[in-house]
C-alpha cells in the first residue's frame, strides 16, 4: 500500500490589495479596452476580487479617473530646467503629447479629470513657474497655461481618434470632397483643399506650439 505523506495547506495567501495595485491594474485594462468600456466590475475580474473589494480602496469610477490621471502624469518627464523657457515649454508640450499617445485614451482621462492628484500637479506647478519665468505678468501666466494645456490635450485626443479611423486612408477622400465642393459657395475651401486634408501631425503640433509662443513673446513684459 502506497502512504501518501500529509502535506500542509500550500495555497498561497493572496497579497493584500492596496490603491497602487488598483491603479496599475486600471491602466493595463484601460490600455486594453478603452476608457468607454473601463468599468469597477472589468477592474474586480481583471484583479480577481469581488467588486466591493475595489471600494476599500477607491470611492467610485470618478475617483479611479483621477488616480488614473495621476499615474499617466507620474510618466512625464519634466523639461529641462536649465533650458531657456521658450525650450522647456516646447519640451514640456511634446513630453505631455507622448505621455498621452502612451496610454489609450489618455487624453480623454486628463481633460475630463477634477482634481488633480500630486504629480499631476506638479506639472501644473513647474509650467506656471516657467511662464512666469517667461516674463508673463500673474494673471497672464495662468492663462496662458490653460491654453497651452487645452491646446496639447485636445491634440492628443484628436490625434487618438484619428488614429481609430486610420488617418492617412482619410485624408484622400478628405481632400476629393474638399475639391469636388461647388466653388462659387465654399471658394477658400475647395482653393485650401490640399492644406485642410492634412497628414503631418507633427508639423501641426509645432505649428500649434509656435502660435502659442508667439502670443507668450507678445505678453511678455505686458502690462495688462
Sequence with gaps: MRIVPYRKNERRKRKPLDQAQIVRAALALLDQVGLDELTMRRLAERLGVRAASLYR??????ELLVLLGDEISGEIPFPNPGA???DQLIEAAWNVRRG???HRDGARVLA???PFGPRRLR??????GILRAAG???RDAVRA????NNFVTEFAADEARFATVGRKQ???PMRKLFKSLPQRDYPNIVALADHLAFDDMDALFEFGIEMWLHGIRAFSGSKR
Design 136 to 138: 508673463l505678468s500673474d
Design 84 to 86: 531657456s523657457w521658450r
Design 145 to 148: 497655461a490653460y491654453h497651452g
Design 112 to 114: 475630463s479629470t477634477a
Design 123 to 128: 506639472h501644473i506647478d513647474n509650467m506656471l
Design 100 to 102: 498621452l499617445a502612451a
Design 57 to 62: 480602496h477607491v470611492r467610485n469610477k470618478d
Design 170 to 172: 482619410s485624408s484622400a
